[in-house]
């Protein structure tokens, strides 16, 4: 008896090493192409790289080099597009004998639990997913620390990133493999889950358009924020990850000095939300039956929900799509023509979604009958709530007492803060458009009958509570209404504070900020431009009250290309092909401050390329005059660059 219960003694396992041993070997194509990809990206790509910067000049411009091959190399944006898909491979392939009856029934009559199982193959579809990537990390700083390059904490952040965006996605498509009963399911609820959220949003965002007047269009970019982002994870994870390169002066210009991997933080909570995906899964495993291999849906009370979701969201898209469509052969529909196709479109995607899920053309019965009843009463509910929330949107304007910015575009951006009386002006703006919105509101059929010239307004505001409300109103040209807003706008616009604010950047960059000024020189003759910088930095000073001067005499307003004149009285007139540069020099405060507002850094290049070590920024801004601008011309006499304006070049008289 004891020899008995010695070789029949019960063993509690959580992990069988035979079905892992086979998972691998059996699904090595799936690793094995994720290994050899990014380890084309990164250490073999960073390796040509390096080999190519060796022929730098210096060893700082040398150093620099291969500083940017890793920074190439490091940007999230690749990582999470392959973790995307082949975490969404390794889930299907570990558990694929979920989505054959014949499979299940097999590997369910082992003597394995179904715990033992799930852990098993968890743990096989990690290793596909983080083996691969700590291999590459490994070769990438060894590869580094051979050259002497010191990127070894962004490369360990990279990988930490890695790690958790492989677990939470191959976590979301282990909750998806349960959620469906084959592989055709599986990638549709793994991409609802993605990107589900930008989709909507999108859609209601076209619903707000049509149904209200100066609602914007919200564009379809991943990259652009949106409240509540962190519902698209992978856009989430797009968004808030990045690697931002940090320069430093050299001894001939400024240089990559180190790299530095944001973003980290914000992804870390998603290791919970995995955890609770593999929970959550657990407790499916337990429930799911076998019988349920190669339905769409493999939970039953989930399946009066992908009937009402689709239908709804189906109904939405379908009637939207048909009206842009038609919006742009000029036929513009009605409201009752809009709810029509929405009402038609969401029954018959209600329809084909339950033949999907019964597998059957015959599901036509009494209680499904009744449910389409119910369905049809949140269509109708669904589209009266969607108009009349564009409705309580369209007529919002926000109390002056409560923004904290303002701008209003029409030919450029005109920006105000809570010190500015122009936040009023805005406000009063926008005020007068809705009270004649009936005259003002741009009607497609109007305007192809009349062929009138067409205009947009576009006011935004940034609240104190950090919300923010766009708005862009289309004006009918044929009405008085119309043309007084343009007057409104433009008389604000020629204001010389305004002219010199959205000249210089005076919203973001000021006197204080200059560090030096260039005067480019244009050379007729070669037909090319150099730059002449000053000696000092008391050049760069006056020569920026020279151009202010300018603006406060109206010297500058003859170039200004938009042309705000109302009158005509004041013609364009030809610049000089000459140029000023200023250079500036942002403290991390301010520049931080900068990027909380609405309106960008008004320089004229990318600024994130100038971020410093400190955490300052190096920014620039071009500045083209003409030979009424005498205060900037004597500046230039004054400190020797011109001996007089015959020096400058009319950009209209080149090659004359």
Same mark, same amino acid.
């Given at each position: 008896?004891?020899?008995?219960?010695?070789?029949? $003694?019960?063993?509690?396992?959580?992990?069988?090493?035979?079905?892992?041993?086979?998972?691998?070997?059996?699904?090595?194509?799936?690793?094995?192409?994720?290994?050899?990809?990014?380890?084309?990206?990164?250490?073999?790509?960073?390796?040509?790289?390096?080999?190519?910067?060796?022929?730098?000049?210096?060893?700082?411009?040398?150093?620099?080099?291969?500083?940017?091959?890793?920074?190439?190399?490091?940007?999230?944006?690749?990582?999470?597009?392959?973790?995307?898909?082949?975490?969404?491979?390794?889930?299907?392939?570990? #558990?694929?004998?979920?989505?054959?009856?014949?499979?299940?029934?097999?590997?369910?009559?082992?003597?394995?639990?179904?715990?033992?199982?799930?852990?098993?193959? =968890?743990?096989?579809?990690?290793?596909?997913?983080?083996?691969?990537?700590?291999?590459? #990390?490994?070769?990438? %700083?060894?590869?580094?620390?051979?050259?002497?390059?010191?990127?070894?904490?962004?490369?360990?952040?990279?990988?930490?990133?890695?790690?958790?965006?492989?677990?939470?996605?191959?976590?979301?498509?282990?909750?998806? =493999?349960?959620?469906?009963?084959?592989?055709?399911?599986?990638?549709?609820?793994?991409?609802?889950?993605?990107?589900?959220?930008?989709?909507?949003?999108?859609?209601?965002?076209?619903?707000?358009?049509?149904?209200?007047?100066?609602?914007?269009?919200?564009?379809?970019?991943?990259?652009?924020?949106?409240?509540?982002?962190?519902?698209?994870?992978?856009?989430?994870?797009?968004?808030?990850?990045?690697?931002?390169?940090?320069?430093?002066?050299?001894?001939?210009?400024?240089?990559?000095?180190?790299?530095?991997?944001?973003?980290?933080?914000?992804?870390?909570?998603?290791?919970?939300?995995?955890?609770?995906?593999? %929970?959550?899964?657990?407790?499916?495993?337990? $429930?799911?039956?076998?019988?349920?291999?190669?339905?769409?849906?493999?939970?039953?009370?989930?399946?009066?929900?992908?009937?009402?979701?689709?239908?709804?969201?189906?109904?939405?898209?379908?009637?939207?799509?048909?009206?842009?469509?038609?919006?742009?052969?000029?036929?513009?529909?009605?409201?009752?023509?809009?709810?029509?196709?929405?009402?038609?479109?969401?029954?018959?995607?209600?329809?084909?979604? *339950?033949?999907?899920?019964?597998?059957?053309?015959?599901?036509?019965?009494?209680?499904?009958?009744?449910?389409?009843?119910? #369905?049809?009463?949140?269509?109708?509910?669904?589209?009266?709530?969607?108009?009349?929330?564009?409705?309580?949107?369209?007529?919002?304007?926000?109390?002056?007492?409560?923004?904290?910015?303002?701008?209003?575009?029409?030919?450029?951006?005109?920006?105000?803060?809570?010190?500015?009386?122009?936040?009023?002006? %805005?406000?009063?703006?926008?005020?007068?458009?809705?009270?004649?919105?009936?005259?003002?509101?741009?009607?497609?059929?109007?305007?192809?009958?009349?062929?009138?010239?067409?205009?947009?307004?576009?006011?935004?505001?940034?609240?104190?509570?950090?919300?923010?409300?766009?708005?862009?109103?289309?004006?009918?040209?044929?009405?008085?209404?119309?043309?007084?807003?343009?007057?409104?706008?433009?008389?604000?616009?020629?204001?010389?504070?305004?002219?010199?604010?959205?000249?210089?950047?005076? $919203?973001?960059?000021?006197?204080?900020?200059?560090?030096?000024?260039?005067?480019?020189?244009?050379?007729?003759?070669?037909?090319?431009?150099?730059?002449?910088?000053?000696?000092?930095?008391?050049?760069? $000073?006056?020569?920026?009250?020279?151009?202010?001067?300018?603006?406060?005499?109206?010297?500058? *307003?003859?170039?200004?290309?938009?042309?705000?004149?109302?009158?005509?009285?004041?013609?364009?007139?030809?610049?000089?092909?000459?140029?000023?540069?200023?250079?500036?020099?942002?403290?991390?405060?301010?520049?931080?401050?900068?990027?909380?507002?609405?309106?960008?850094? *008004? %320089?004229?290049?990318?600024?994130?390329?100038?971020?410093?070590?400190?955490?300052?920024?190096?920014?620039?801004?071009?500045?083209?005059?003409?030979?009424?601008?005498?205060?900037?011309?004597?500046?230039?006499?004054?400190?020797?660059?011109?001996?007089?304006?015959?020096?400058?070049?009319?950009?209209?008289?080149?090659?004359?």
């Amino acid at each position: 008896m004891k020899w008995e219960e010695q070789i029949m $003694k019960s063993k509690k396992s959580y992990f069988n090493p035979t079905i892992f041993k086979k998972n691998i070997a059996s699904y090595w194509p799936v690793w094995g192409s994720f290994l050899a990809i990014i380890v084309m990206l990164m250490p073999i790509h960073i390796g040509l790289l390096f080999t190519m910067a060796e022929y730098r000049e210096t060893e700082q411009l040398r150093r620099a080099a291969m500083i940017e091959a890793v920074y190439d190399c490091l940007h999230p944006g690749f990582m999470i597009s392959l973790c995307t898909v082949w975490s969404l491979l390794s889930a299907i392939v570990v #558990f694929q004998y979920l989505n054959h009856a014949r499979n299940a029934y097999m590997m369910h009559a082992f003597p394995v639990t179904r715990k033992e199982l799930l852990i098993t193959n =968890v743990v096989s579809g990690l290793t596909m997913m983080i083996g691969p990537e700590l291999i590459v #990390f490994i070769a990438s %700083v060894l590869l580094c620390a051979g050259y002497h390059v010191p990127v070894m904490l962004p490369l360990l952040q990279w990988f930490i990133s890695a790690v958790i965006i492989s677990v939470f996605l191959f976590s979301l498509a282990t909750f998806c =493999v349960f959620m469906a009963g084959n592989s055709i399911a599986v990638v549709f609820y793994y991409l609802f889950f993605n990107i589900a959220y930008e989709i909507i949003y999108y859609v209601l965002s076209l619903f707000r358009m049509v149904f209200a007047y100066g609602l914007p269009l919200s564009s379809f970019d991943f990259s652009a924020q949106k409240p509540m982002d962190f519902l698209s994870p992978i856009v989430f994870m797009w968004q808030k990850l990045s690697a931002r390169a940090v320069y430093s002066a050299g001894d001939l210009e400024y240089t990559m000095s180190s790299i530095q991997y944001e973003g980290l933080g914000y992804i870390i909570g998603f290791l919970l939300i995995a955890l609770c995906f593999f %929970v959550l899964s657990w407790f499916m495993y337990k $429930k799911r039956k076998i019988e349920y291999a190669g339905d769409m849906v493999a939970i039953p009370f989930m399946r009066p929900v992908m009937r009402w979701t689709i239908g709804i969201g189906f109904g939405a898209t379908f009637a939207i799509t048909l009206f842009i469509v038609l919006l742009e052969v000029d036929i513009c529909l009605n409201y009752p023509t809009i709810f029509a196709i929405f009402m038609v479109g969401g029954m018959l995607a209600f329809c084909i979604t *339950q033949m999907l899920i019964a597998r059957s053309f015959r599901i036509f019965k009494k209680r499904l009958c009744v449910e389409m009843l119910g #369905f049809a009463g949140a269509l109708v509910l669904a589209f009266l709530g969607a108009r009349g929330m564009a409705g309580i949107q369209e007529r919002y304007i926000p109390s002056v007492d409560n923004i904290e910015q303002a701008t209003c575009l029409l030919d450029y951006t005109l920006c105000y803060d809570n010190e500015d009386e122009g936040l009023q002006f %805005v406000v009063d703006l926008q005020k007068y458009i809705l009270d004649h919105k009936s005259v003002l509101q741009d009607r497609v059929a109007e305007n192809i009958a009349t062929d009138s010239e067409e205009y947009y307004v576009n006011l935004e505001y940034r609240l104190k509570n950090g919300n923010r409300i766009s708005r862009q109103y289309s004006l009918n040209m044929q009405s008085q209404e119309a043309a007084y807003v343009l007057e409104m706008i433009r008389t604000e616009e020629s204001k010389t504070e305004n002219l010199m604010q959205n000249g210089l950047g005076m $919203k973001t960059l000021s006197r204080s900020n200059l560090t030096g000024a260039v005067f480019q020189d244009y050379l007729e003759d070669e037909g090319e431009t150099v730059g002449f910088r000053g000696e000092n930095d008391e050049f760069a $000073k006056q020569l920026y009250d020279a151009v202010i001067r300018d603006y406060e005499e109206g010297n500058m *307003q003859p170039y200004i290309y938009w042309g705000f004149q109302l009158d005509g009285n004041v013609p364009m007139e030809s610049t000089y092909a000459d140029s000023i540069e200023f250079n500036f020099l942002i403290p991390k405060p301010q520049y931080e401050k900068i990027k909380e507002s609405i309106w960008e850094l *008004q %320089v004229d290049y990318d600024y994130e390329f100038g971020l410093q070590a400190d955490g300052s920024c190096i920014a620039t801004k071009n500045i083209t005059f003409g030979p009424r601008c005498t205060n900037i011309i004597n500046c230039l006499e004054v400190y020797g660059f011109i001996r007089d304006e015959n020096d400058l070049t009319i950009s209209g008289e080149i090659g004359q």
